[in-house]
């Protein structure tokens, strides 16, 4: 139980950190940035802070030199497969309004439960489907889709819950294999040594409030990276329990709207937010000891 607790509160933090990051993607994608020039200065930021991390943690050779050379297989090829799926939301940010965004990605439990069925044998009873199902209902309250906002973007952003469901059930599965570290190090080195490449034939030079900006989002985003590894690394064959709590970042991101870009909250959005908060609290309420 403490276990599922402690990935209770690092899926919190990682919905915090998603809606901080999702806020700053939203801004630098309208300016001038291409997606590599982005991810590149931003997780070059997040890779030092990365490495330091690691040095007070137990060291880089205890969570990056794995004991097995097989040991390597999934943890790299989860970063791998993870490659399109920032270039995605780069451009969907762009070009898709953000309730449509967000309410695609809050699809994601949906997938993980799924996938926690078929991979992990997970038994997961009426009562989480149902919870699933008012946290979801809540979401759509607040962020009210526009669906006449449909394009291609949307279809193709669909990419994020299914494979992110798929990779995070992975680490729960496989999570001897490697450290949670170690996970969330060959999880963002890939799409980070790629769009440096890029960078280097099409370089920019930011300003000092936009290298301010990407300074945040390569924080942000190793906190996305370790807590959400470490969530489903510690939950094992648990990891829908913890899935519900993916809904907070609407709560995070309705703060994060009304304060950046003048979004208010009617009656509906707060109960809405209130369904959001009842999900988990009936989902700890009822997760067996």
Known sequence: MKKIFVGIVLICCNTFAGASIDTITKILSTSSFMWYQYWSISNIFALILFLVFLIFNGGIKKHLILKKRSNYL?????????IPIPILI????????????TSILITMPFFIFIF??????????????????????????????DLNAINVYMILIFAMPILGGILN?????????????????YFFFPITLISTIL??????????????????????????????TAAFHIAGKHSSIISPFIYTQ???????????????????????????????????????K
């Open 169 to 185: 059930v992975v680490v729960s599965k496989y999570s001897d294999k490697a450290t949670a570290l170690g996970y969330s190090f």
């Open 116 to 145: 926690s069925k078929i991979l992990q044998k997970e038994k997961i009873n009426f009562i989480h489907w149902l919870i699933i199902l008012l946290g979801f209902i809540g979401a759509l309250l607040v962020i009210k889709p």
């Open 199 to 228: 960078f280097l034939f099409d370089p920019i030079i930011p300003s000092n409030r936009e290298l301010l900006l990407l300074f945040f989002s390569g924080l942000f985003f190793i906190i996305i990276t370790i807590t959400w």
């Open 74 to 82: 999934i943890p790299v090829l989860r970063g791998i497969l993870f």
């Open 90 to 101: 780069f451009f969907s940010l762009r070009y898709l309004p953000l309730n449509i965004y």
């Open 250 to 288: 609407i709560v995070w991101a309705s703060i994060f709207g009304g304060i950046f870009f003048g979004e208010s909250l009617d009656i509906i959005a707060i109960f809405g937010l209130i369904l959001i908060i009842a999900s988990g609290t009936i989902t700890i309420i009822f997760t067996p």
